[in-house]
């Protein structure tokens, strides 16, 4: 199925598990992307946008840095995001820059920058990556929870505020998801990943923690007209497994 043919798409975090997955598959669909990281250097897209998405400038001027490198622009894939573990009393003044900056702000400018941009063109779709953890906050990570609650509550403001301009925001929101940012947080605590990953596979009901294929087939779905009726939606992708 090739959904996505001459559509363009900025994918932020394209470097990452997740990110990663999305431009994979949107580019295996006909898509142009745009794929926005760090270093993006070793990843496969029709355009390169380095930066830091801490830095204003260079989040204000994604979008349009995308429309002129793709000729145009449909789909926006805000998705980047860092994870920072501890409670309130745990988390340092750089924690918080850190966790607002790229988890809020960010999506916050580009989609700012991007709406007029769409709204120019023929409309077009966004998809935030949030997390189930901003929906029901779990031990441990309040400052993340927050941030990725604060993304879910800006998904459902701008899917009301912009749907008559043709654009639909939505957001997809994992559980936990096999990526550098899951494997990661278990070696900073000492315990082998792949034993780790394999003990959390067994709190899943559908027996297996999720790959970034996972969560970037339901991305690709939110993005596509086959949802051309979802506006502000906060889509699950749990195996079954709640917050707990
Ligand atoms: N892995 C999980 O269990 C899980 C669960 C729920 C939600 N999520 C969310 O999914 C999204 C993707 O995460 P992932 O699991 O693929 O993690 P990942 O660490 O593999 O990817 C995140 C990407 O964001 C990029 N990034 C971070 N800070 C940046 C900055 N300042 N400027 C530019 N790029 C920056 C990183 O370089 C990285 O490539 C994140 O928003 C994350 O919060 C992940």
Redesign the pocket.
Known sequence: MVRFQDKKALV????????SAIARMLLAEGARVAA???DVADINATAHLP????DPAYADDLPNAAHDALGGLDIIIN?????TRGAVTETSDDDWRLSL???VEAPFRICRAAIPILAAGAGGAIVN?????GLRPGPDHALYCMT?AALASLTQCMGMDHAHQGIRINAVC????D????RTGFIKRGFDPDTALAELGQTVPVGRVAS?GDIAEVVLFLASDAARYMCGALVEVNGGKPVS
Do not use: Q
């Open positions: 932020t975090g394209a470097s990452g598990g997740i990110g926005a990281d760090r930066g830091d998405l801490l998705n980047a995001g860092v994870i900056g790229v988890n990556t949030a997390s189930c953890w990725k994992p559980n936990e998801v990526t550098p940012m899951l970034a």
